[in-house]
């Protein structure tokens, strides 16, 4: 049985090794740049936030980074859009 069709392809080409360097190179700067920050945490808290709003976004979900702290940071503020996206947000956690 063929689960993947990557058995018909030469994955070790110069292009997809390149490509393969740049992505490592990335990845350790990205480290690099975590280990300096105090509270790593806030860094993939930030991105997972982002994830969430763009995802809804495609289901015609749309509001603002700062609508969406202020849903998690102030109680009763009302922006339905954004209450949706912080479900979402810590649905993905």
Known sequence: ???L???DFDLKTPRILEALNEA???LA???GFTNSIPNQHILINA???N???DSSEIENIVTTHDSIYKVLTES???????KEVVDYYFFIL
């Open 1 to 3: 049985m063929k689960l």
């Open 5 to 7: 069709p990557f058995n």
């Open 24 to 26: 490592s190179r990335s």
């Open 29 to 31: 700067e990205l480290k």
């Open 47 to 49: 991105i997972t936030i």
């Open 51 to 53: 994830e969430a709003k």
């Open 76 to 82: 009763g503020y009302k922006d339905e859009s954004a």
